[in-house]
């Protein structure tokens, strides 16, 4: 590609995107758009076409063009499914049979230069075989570093220089001077059009000579123009509208929710390495607006090859663990975590942790710290709140400083005692953990208003399902945004899926 100017790959799975491009765009389409787009119908982010929106991120593709672009760092700038229909040319602004062109004309302020880095790769996705429907994209290869039609500046065509636009191929050629009509009768002559099949990406540079051919009568075409550019650049514009424009309706947050770092990156996240996940607050921020889309920024976030060194007049707790190795005590200790079913939360990307456990009627909160400290390395211990007791069954899990046993409420007792069921109708928090199942459900649903999570939990975790009222749907119906309403809301669910007769 860096030498001819284009190159073509194969999507082996774009069959869903394929049905939705029939949806979109029927067959039938009496009055179809007959320059390039879809007046922003199916333009990325759409909510409603998931398979469309996944090639804007399908792995394949960014490989390709990181490896085309020679760094890891790109970022998605178009991404515009369409329908190229057979019908006669409506005018000077019909794509049927298109004038040469380069791409950069709507894409960038100035454009590209000679001899400096490739700053952008434009891709279509072919959705048809144009052995069928016509509509092949044609392409001018650049024959050497002297071919005559690749000679900068690249002003001979429509719209650049003073020249107005025209996109119809016969029109546009009656307005050129005689010496941009020159270079233009040569790659018309020179042009060639390949054949593409289902699933074939065609990639090319903004500075690669093509058209559009015209399509068969009667007949569709469907494809999938796309742009990527290096992050680092700023003269190549976003074609699309803002994608974040999308947010509110929940499903491009689901949608980030879905995607690794890489495909994230490529739409403008912070990189790993940024500065910003190095802020609690900004941590904080992007798990409330993504945590219940399944995004959690533990996954996501670039952690330093080592803690920082520990702070002057840091007050140690007396839980730590130390280890000659950091990335080695972090995964001997996370994996003790997840065995006891404890929540991890990054809270910043300087190796500071916040961990969550519940058992039975207890909750505690607890923050981990790595630090670098001698010749070695510390994890500092500290209980923020919940049960002490608790805390310390935990700590000799992890500790391996005495025998393993198996953790277990420090509360357990078989009937709700008589001084509770006398004090029930105060709705005294305290007496929640006391209450045993022969109490009815009216007795513990007041329980769900409080602004205590954690006696919301536990009320939730006493019901046994004879009676729901509205705070109960409440909780049923909440998108968590935080570890506990996560835990309440599934235990609602799984409340109302067994017990209710709907």
């Excluded at 029109?171 to 009509?181: G, V």
């Excluded at 803002?242 to 929940?250: H, I, L, N, P, R």
């Excluded at 009676?467 to 506990?484: A, Q, S, Y």
């Amino acid at each position: 590609m860096h030498t001819s100017y284009y190159s073509i790959m194969h999507l082996s799975s774009v069959g869903n995107s394929v049905e939705e491009m029939q949806q979109l765009f029927p067959q039938n389409q009496k009055t179809p758009i007959q320059d390039f787009g879809s007046n922003g119908s199916s333009e990325f982010f759409s909510g409603n076409h998931g398979a469309l929106n996944k090639i804007a991120v399908h792995p394949e593709l960014l490989a390709k063009v990181r490896s085309i672009l020679k760094t890891d760092q790109i970022r998605l700038v178009q991404s515009v499914p369409w329908a190229k229909y057979g019908v006669p040319s409506d005018g000077p602004n019909s794509n049927n049979d298109q004038r040469m062109h380069m791409d950069y004309g709507n894409n960038m302020y100035g454009m590209p230069l000679p001899n400096e880095p490739l700053q952008a790769v434009a891709a279509i996705v072919y959705y048809s075989n144009t052995e069928e429907t016509g509509g092949a994209t044609a392409i001018v290869p650049r024959m050497s570093d002297t071919d005559p039609v690749y000679k900068w500046p690249y002003v001979h065509m429509p719209g650049i220089g003073g020249y107005p636009f025209v996109n119809d191929r016969n029109m546009a050629e009656t307005i050129m001077d005689s010496a941009s009509k020159k270079i233009r009768d040569q790659c018309y002559s020179r042009e060639i059009l390949p054949t593409f099949h289902l699933g074939d990406v065609l990639l090319y540079r903004l500075d690669t000579w093509h058209r559009g051919t015209p399509v068969k009568t009667g007949k569709v075409r469907y494809t999938h123009n796309l742009l990527w550019k290096r992050a680092d650049n700023t003269d190549i514009q976003v074609w699309n509208r803002g994608f974040t424009q999308a947010m509110y309706s929940d499903k491009l947050e689901r949608f980030i929710g879905s995607l690794e770092p890489e495909q994230l990156e490529t739409l403008g996240f912070p990189l790993r390495n940024s500065k910003k996940w190095e802020s609690s607050k900004f941590c904080e921020a992007i798990r409330c607006r993504f945590y219940h889309a399944g995004f959690h920024p533990i996954n996501y976030v670039q952690t330093s090859k080592e803690p920082i060194d520990v702070p002057d007049f840091w007050p140690f707790s007396k839980y730590t663990i130390n280890g000659p190795d950091a990335n080695a005590l972090r995964s001997g200790l996370f994996s003790k975590l997840h065995e006891a079913n404890v929540h991890i939360t990054l809270k910043n990307s300087l190796w500071k942790y916040k961990l969550e456990y519940i058992i039975g009627p207890h909750y505690i909160v607890i923050d981990c710290y790595f630090f670098k400290n001698g010749a070695g390395y510390t994890v500092d211990i500290n209980l923020l709140s919940g049960d002490r007791w608790t805390f310390g069954d935990l700590w000799r899990i992890l500790s391996d400083q005495v025998q393993k046993r198996p953790l277990r409420p420090n509360l357990c007792i078989q009937k709700t005692p008589e001084f509770v069921l006398q004090r029930l109708k105060n709705l005294d928090v305290d007496l929640l953990p006391y209450i045993c199942s022969e109490v009815s459900d009216q007795y513990i649903l007041p329980f769900l208003k409080s602004d205590d999570l954690n006696i919301v939990r536990m009320a939730m975790d006493k019901l046994k399902g004879n009676v729901f009222d509205e705070w109960f749907h409440f909780w049923r119906l909440k998108i968590p945004r935080t570890f506990m309403e996560s835990v309440i809301t599934a235990k609602a669910s799984v409340l109302w899926k067994t017990k209710s007769r709907l």
